[in-house]
Nanobody
Framework: QVQLVESGGGLVQAGESLRLSCAASGSTFIINAIGWYRWYRQAPGEQRELVAGVSRGANTNYADSVKGRFTISRVNANNTVYLLMNSLKPEDTAVYYC?????????WGQGTQVTVSS
């Protein structure tokens, strides 16, 4: 099994930045097989949406709503993925979840709250 633990959420004002972290622990075999890490978010009353993803080879993709503001990165040696969020907007307010894809399974963290005030 793999456990994902997110951190770094909080309350900020519009225009400020936050960096989320997600650390993977557990089975070394499974962690070494992680292909994509992804960040999702879910706002109250809304469906969970994909924010950004990074492959093992550092290819990235982003939702249109965050392109140019958010940067996803990973450090394989530390089993950690990051989401740097700049120029935050109130509409970025949500619970952010980390996800890892390995061996045809998807693992999820417990989520971290990000609140952006106007």
């Amino acid at each position: 099994q793999v456990q994902l633990v997110e951190s770094g959420g909080g309350l900020v004002q519009a225009g400020e930045s936050l960096r989320l972290s997600c650390a993977a622990s557990g089975s070394t075999f499974i962690i070494n097989a992680i292909g994509w890490y992804r960040w999702y978010r879910q706002a109250p009353g809304e469906q969970r949406e994909l924010v950004a993803g990074v492959s093992r080879g550092a290819n990235t993709n982003y939702a249109d709503s965050v392109k140019g503001r958010f940067t996803i990165s990973r450090v394989n040696a530390n089993n950690t993925v990051y989401l740097l969020m700049n120029s935050l907007k109130p509409e970025d307010t949500a619970v952010y979840y980390c996800s890892a894809e390995a061996l045809r399974r998807q693992y999820w963290g417990q989520g971290t709250q990000v609140t952006v005030s106007s």
